[in-house]
C-alpha cells in the first residue's frame, strides 16, 4: 500500500483527499468515495466531527480504509476527549496500522450548538503532537515507530518580523508536516510560506495547502466567515456569484490555485475538500494537470 509519508518524501507535489462524512455514512458509503478519490490522492483523509458535525469515529474510518488498502490520515482534536482518551486514540490509530496522524487542537463549538455540549480541551495541540511523538518512541509499541505526525497551521498575512514560535515548538515536539486551513489567496500563502521558511521551519516540516471546490457563492462566504483561519478574498466570492455555472467555477478556481500552489518554494503538497459535490475534487486535480 502506498503512503502519504512515502509520497511526500519522495514525489514533488503530493495530494491528498478528504472524505465528507456525516452522521449516516455507511461503510460502503465510505469506501465508494474514497474508491472515487484513489486515482488521483496518496492518501484519504479522515476527519473529526468538525464543527460538531458528528460522524463514526475517524479509528473506525481509517479501519475501513486500510481494510482497502487505501492510506488514511486520521484527524484528532482535543476538544471532544480528555488526555487518557487522546492516549488511547492514539494507540489504537496505531494498533490498526494507521500511519500518519493530523493533530489539532480543534476548533469550539458554535454558540448555537444543541444540545448545550461540553468541550474538554484538557490538553493542547503542542502537548498531543508530543504525546503521539511520546508513543511512536516507546520500544514496546513497535507498529507506532513509524507514525507520521503532522499538525494545522492557520494562514494569513504576516508582518515581516513575524516568527511562527507555536509551530515551531510543535515541530520540535514531533510534528514532521503542518497543513494550513483553506487558503484561496497565493499572495497571502506566498508570504505567509516565506516567514516559515525564513524561520528555517519548512528545513524541518513539509507544509501541505488546503484548497477546495467550491460548489455556490453561498459556501464560500459560509467558509470564509465561519471557518477558522480559512482565506476567502471577496474576489474569488465575486467569480462564483458571476459564473454562469458556480460549480464549474469552482473547479476552475481549485485548478488555477493547484496550478500556483504547486510552484510556491517550501509547499510539498495539497489537501482537496468540498462542501459539494465529491466527485468535483478529482475534475479539479485533472483540470490541473498535476495528475493523469
Known amino acids: 500500500m502506498n503512503t502519504f509519508h512515502t509520497a511526500i518524501r519522495t514525489q514533488a507535489f503530493t495530494l491528498t ?138 494562514t494569513f498575512n504576516p508582518a515581516s518580523e513575524w516568527k511562527p514560535a507555536a509551530l515551531l515548538a510543535r ?35 513539509h507544509v501541505i495547502v488546503s484548497l477546495g471546490t467550491l460548489p455556490s457563492a453561498d459556501a464560500a462566504r459560509w467558509l470564509g466567515k465561519h471557518l477558522r483561519g480559512s482565506v476567502m478574498p471577496k474576489t474569488v466570492i465575486k467569480r462564483m456569484k458571476q459564473a454562469r455555472d458556480p460549480e464549474q467555477e469552482g473547479v476552475n478556481i481549485c485548478a488555477e490555485l493547484l496550478q500556483q500552489v504547486a510552484e510556491i518554494p517550501g509547499v510539498d503538497g495539497a489537501n482537496l475538500l468540498t462542501p459539494g459535490e465529491l466527485e468535483t475534487v478529482p475534475a479539479a486535480i485533472r483540470a490541473s494537470g498535476l495528475r493523469d
Open 171 to 205: 515541530s520540535s515536539a514531533g510534528a514532521r508536516f503542518i497543513q494550513t486551513q483553506l487558503c484561496f489567496d497565493t499572495d497571502v500563502l506566498r508570504r505567509y510560506v516565506g516567514r516559515l521558511s525564513a524561520a528555517k521551519l519548512t528545513h524541518r516540516v
Open 17 to 154: 483527499g478528504q472524505l465528507k462524512l456525516v452522521d449516516d455514512t455507511t461503510p460502503s458509503g465510505l469506501l465508494e468515495q474514497a474508491e472515487l478519490l484513489r486515482p488521483f490522492v496518496d492518501a484519504v483523509q479522515v476527519t473529526d466531527s468538525p464543527n460538531g458535525m458528528v460522524h463514526m469515529s475517524p479509528l473506525a474510518a481509517a479501519s475501513l480504509l486500510l481494510q482497502a488498502d487505501i492510506d488514511p490520515i486520521v484527524q484528532l482534536t482535543c476538544r471532544d476527549r480528555n488526555r487518557i482518551a487522546l492516549q488511547s486514540e492514539l494507540l489504537g490509530a496505531a494498533a490498526i496500522g494507521v500511519s500518519s496522524l493530523l493533530l489539532q487542537r480543534g476548533d469550539k463549538l458554535p454558540t448555537d450548538y444543541q444540545p448545550k455540549t461540553k468541550e474538554v480541551f484538557d490538553i493542547g495541540a503542542k502537548r498531543l503532537v508530543g504525546t503521539a511523538k511520546a508513543i511512536q518512541q516507546d520500544p514496546r509499541l513497535a507498529n507506532a515507530a513509524s507514525l507520521f505526525i503532522g499538525t494545522i497551521a492557520l
